[in-house]
């Protein structure tokens, strides 16, 4: 027996192909692209002691990240001590975290050598680490800034958005991400910090970025221990964007699909309608 070649039974068919296309996982960009470095001038002397230790303190942040987001340690003694963290996204699952935080130490052995202290920062994590006694830098001290294109009419956008960030993180949380009228915003706060210190720092962040970007419609600001980051989407915020929140696709991905279930069901219930009309018309 064949299938029916009805028009409900089509329409059935692409809906329901067009809602299974809808709920594949989200595409996301590359996690691990570098952002930027920052390598201390002064080099260690045994670089063999040091290596060493380092590879220690790195092999300890791999191991962590398969089941947290933040992790704090120290490795080695004496004048070979080395201290330092990772930070993953909180929105990343802990396989990509991982993943993230086990690439890093390659990298960091290619870009700062044998640096006694440097931080690298890729879009999905980072790790900081420096010799013990090192001078440590202010917590909202600017390591890295970057600014779209301006449109004129943006700004007031901006600002609301900017201002709903401000305000989710007044609840004591490290790591915050909405949109307003299509401006996406996120921000996040070194994992140790009070919940007031990284209220404070993103309030920094987010000055900064209105000073130096201005109108732009996207733009980052890294400071030490937090960062932002905002992108307009005149379009509407896409779900498959990489900055985008877990929380935020996901409500967005729900949307459509709803939207599409919503669809099905009226136009299944206009079909079976006009049959019920067709078979009495048959009388």
Do not use: W
Request: net charge negative; glycine share 10%.
């Amino acid at each position: 027996m064949g299938f029916s070649k009805s028009p409900f039974f089509s329409i059935s068919i692409l809906l329901l192909t067009v809602s299974a296309f809808l709920i594949i996982p989200i595409s996301a960009s590359d996690i691990y692209d570098l952002v930027y470095k920052d390598c201390a001038k002064q080099t260690f002397t045994d670089s063999n002691g040091f290596q060493d230790t380092l590879t220690s303190l790195f092999n300890s942040f791999s191991t962590q990240s398969s089941t947290t987001h933040f992790y704090k340690a120290s490795s080695g003694a004496g004048q070979t001590a080395v201290s330092g963290l990772y930070q993953c996204r909180s929105d990343l699952a802990f396989a990509d975290c991982n993943s993230c935080v086990s690439r890093v130490p390659q990298m960091a052995t290619s870009l700062c050598g044998d640096a006694v202290a440097a931080q690298i920062q890729l879009a999905g994590c980072s790790i900081q680490y420096s010799l013990a006694g090192y001078p440590q830098v202010s917590g909202t001290q600017m390591q890295y800034k970057v600014c779209g294109s301006s449109e004129a009419s943006f700004q007031e956008k901006r600002d609301k958005a900017f201002s709903q960030l401000e305000a989710g993180f007044a609840g004591g949380s490290d790591f915050y991400a909405t949109t307003f009228e299509s401006v996406y915003v996120m921000g996040q706060c070194e994992g140790d910090l009070s919940g007031g210190d990284c209220g404070e720092c993103v309030k920094e962040a987010l000055q900064q970025a209105e000073e130096a970007c201005g109108r732009a419609v996207s733009g980052q600001m890294y400071l030490f221990r937090c960062y932002i980051s905002y992108k307009y989407y005149p379009n509407g915020v896409s779900g498959d964007d990489s900055s985008g929140s877990g929380q935020d696709t996901g409500k967005t991905v729900a949307i459509v699909i709803g939207g599409a279930f919503a669809l099905f069901f009226v136009v299944s219930s206009l079909l079976f309608i006009r049959s019920l009309l067709g078979k009495r018309d048959d009388f």
